[in-house]
């Protein structure tokens, strides 16, 4: 095997690195918490059981998100399309204003949780958490499907490899 190979106490900036070599889709998770809306773009999302029902996610504690999230107990995960590159890096931009984040996105609101669903999403799931595992200087938040949808069946998934955003070839 070549390659750079690591010890126990491996450099974080190459675990990034190795770690990016793993294909991701791109998906925004989304909470409503005292009728203010709040985002952040994922890429370590997941299906976890089928019986029951249950999906995670894993956001930094650090984040604004991290907490407003586990406040509001139920939220919704919205899959990017390839079309969703902009949503995408702006939903992962530290600092950004929180006040009308979602205006210029086109969303709509989850039927169960209220927490917004991106239109042009290729697949949306609506949550309440279930557990929380501590992992890090990460959360693992995991939550029980409440609802399924489809926003646009026939959009393609934005895909993250290497540090970049890519396209699924077929």
Not at 55 to 81: N, Q, T, Y
Not at 109 to 124: L, N, S
Request: hydrophobic content about 45%; charged content about 20%; glycine content about 10%.
């Amino acid at each position: 095997m070549s390659g750079d190979r690591v010890d126990p106490g491996a450099d974080p900036r190459l675990f990034r690195r190795v770690a990016g070599r793993f294909a991701t889709g791109v998906a925004i998770v989304t909470s409503v918490v005292d009728g203010a809306d709040h985002a952040m773009t994922v890429n370590a999302f997941a299906s976890v059981s089928l019986d029951p029902l249950l999906v995670m996610f894993c956001p930094e504690k650090i984040a604004r998100f991290h907490d407003l999230a586990l406040d509001a107990g139920e939220w919704a995960v919205s899959v990017l399309s390839e079309g969703m590159r902009d949503a995408s890096q702006w939903f992962a931009t530290r600092g950004r204003m929180l006040d009308g984040q979602l205006q210029g996105w086109d969303h709509v609101r989850g039927p169960v949780t209220g927490a917004a669903i991106f239109q042009d999403a290729v697949a949306a799931l609506e949550c309440r958490t279930h557990a929380v595992h501590d992992a890090g200087d990460h959360s693992i938040v995991v939550g029980e499907v409440l609802s399924l949808h489809v926003p646009s069946p026939d959009a393609r998934p934005l895909i993250f490899y290497g540090g970049e955003y890519g396209r699924l070839a077929r």
